[in-house]
């Protein structure tokens, strides 16, 4: 069982920077590949990045070039910084894991709560 919580969202203005952090209850963690998906109002969930348990890493055509994910196994923590911020990536914004990265960035079986990001233009 994998338990994951998320923080660091907020409000900031377009142009600006947030960084979400999930920390996971798990013993091994490492060995867990990792991700973060986003759901606008009145859209569906969408895949945004995801890490390796080898440190492989995948992003959304979206989010290129101004997100980065990154990983600390001693933390049990990962991290989504987000700079650039636009007014479309208003959304709530899920971690995820899985054993596999292609699970991970499909149909993950554990999800965070979530936490809201609101960018104001």
Do not use: H
Request: hydrophobic share 35%; aromatic share 12%.
């Amino acid at each position: 069982q994998v338990t994951l919580v998320e923080s660091g969202g907020g409000l900031v203005q377009s142009g600006g920077s947030l960084r979400l952090s999930c920390e996971a209850s798990v013993r091994t963690f490492s060995t867990y590949a990792m991700g973060w998906f986003r759901q606008a109002p009145g859209k569906e969930r969408e895949f945004v990045a995801a890490i390796s348990w080898s440190g492989g890493i995948y992003y959304a055509d979206s989010v290129k070039g101004r997100f980065t994910i990154s990983r600390d196994n001693a933390k049990n923590t990962v991290y989504l910084q987000m700079n650039s911020l636009k007014p479309e990536d208003t959304a709530v914004y899920y971690c995820a894991a899985d054993r596999a990265i292609v699970v991970v960035t499909s149909t993950p079986g554990y999800w965070g709560q979530g936490t809201q990001v609101t960018v104001s233009s």
